[in-house]
């Protein structure tokens, strides 16, 4: 495995980060994006950010698609789930079967 240099970079707003990856997403940008409150805030970034970006943002929307269909947007992990499933069982929803 290569090991990529870290580099310096700066976002838009101004915030200096290093990365090693070509990821250009401010880490300080994306905590201030964060939800902070509703099943959405208790996810990682990558996750909030793949069901945002599903246009996912209530759990009713959630309980429309099925664990398999949630598992392929990228940012959702298996560790992700029991988080999701304990959300919908909250408000007495679940995944479709």
Known sequence: MVKRE???RIC???HRYYKSTDCG???KCEQAN???EGFLSRLSSPACNALLNAGITELAQLAD???KEILKLH???PATLPTLK???AEKGLD???
């Open 65 to 67: 698609y099925t664990e």
């Open 95 to 97: 995944f479709k079967s």
């Open 86 to 88: 304990h959300a919908l």
């Open 34 to 36: 964060k939800p902070s």
């Open 6 to 8: 870290r580099t310096l």
């Open 12 to 14: 838009p707003v101004g």
């Open 75 to 77: 940012g959702i992990g």
């Open 25 to 27: 997403t401010c880490p």
